[in-house]
């Protein structure tokens, strides 16, 4: 069974500090594959009281689309659970190459524990088992950042990480399933960080028509508004399939 389960739906500094959503990112199985994507705080934990429990030990790799620490705060600890306190050498690292160089956010004896790092690279495919993946051209966001286009059956899944809206953004990703991370209910204009708002939602998917939208990594006014009711509205509104990830989500990629 193929599915993707959302061990946290909280985006940006305050949801994540006040844990007002679980921070723990999404698992991923295809096949016999299990690939933990941006374990940010709490990842750990959220895996060992899942029900059924997800165990980081049967992980083939961790993947973070970016450096920020509500994508990463965890990526130790899951490296060592995955590589069973680092007795077990395997596991394949995937991160952007300024998540390793100055400030790093992978300790250098986690860094042993792993059997392979692959440095994420724009427009560039990977494989991990039975997941095959390419990132799309380099997000614009302060750090080095890059969304994925999952290449797995039954459905291919693209997940738009964070970014600031520019115009090729829509043509980058390719997904039946389209899985956005919406930190902002409005676009603002001194967002230092630089993320998506819901009107930038409305634009990628008016013109991607996922079979599915799935919006995910909420800050502050996201989640005041309600992220199902703000879902609600624009399926309505553009005729086409949106939900709001909630803690606990699972997925089950046969049933989209
Ligand atoms: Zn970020």
């Not at 630089?194 to 930038?200: A, K, P, R, T």
């Amino acid at each position: 069974m193929s599915f993707i389960k959302f061990l946290g739906t909280a985006g940006a500094r305050f949801v994540v500090m006040k844990q007002l959503r679980a921070s723990g990112g999404v698992w991923l199985s295809v096949g016999k594959t299990n690939l933990y994507i941006d374990p940010g705080p709490g990842a750990l934990v959220r895996c060992l009281n899942s029900k059924p429990r997800l165990e980081p030990s049967t992980l083939d790799g961790i993947l973070l689309t970016h450096k920020h620490l509500d994508h990463s705060g965890d990526v130790n600890v899951m490296i060592e659970a995955m590589t069973e306190g680092g007795f077990k050498k395997r596991g394949v690292l995937f991160a952007p190459r300024d998540a390793f160089e100055e400030d790093s956010v992978v300790l250098k004896y986690v860094m042993g524990y792993v059997e392979k790092v692959e440095v994420l690279k724009e427009d560039s495919e990977y494989r991990i088992g039975d997941v095959q993946f390419s990132t799309a051209r380099r997000h614009q966001h302060r750090v080095e950042t890059y969304g994925m286009n999952f290449e797995i059956s039954p459905h291919t899944v693209s997940l738009v990480t964070d970014t600031k809206f520019f115009p090729e953004l829509p043509n980058l990703y390719r997904g039946e399933i389209m899985v956005i991370h919406v930190v902002r209910l409005k676009p603002i204009g001194d967002d230092p960080i630089d993320h998506l708002s819901m009107e930038d939602v409305r634009t990628i998917i008016k013109k991607t028509k996922p079979k599915l939208t799935i919006l995910t990594h909420f800050g502050m006014t996201m989640i005041k508004a309600k992220p199902w009711v703000v879902a609600a509205e624009l399926e309505k509104e553009l005729g086409l399939k949106v939900i709001a990830a909630s803690d606990g989500m699972k997925l089950d990629l046969e049933e989209v």
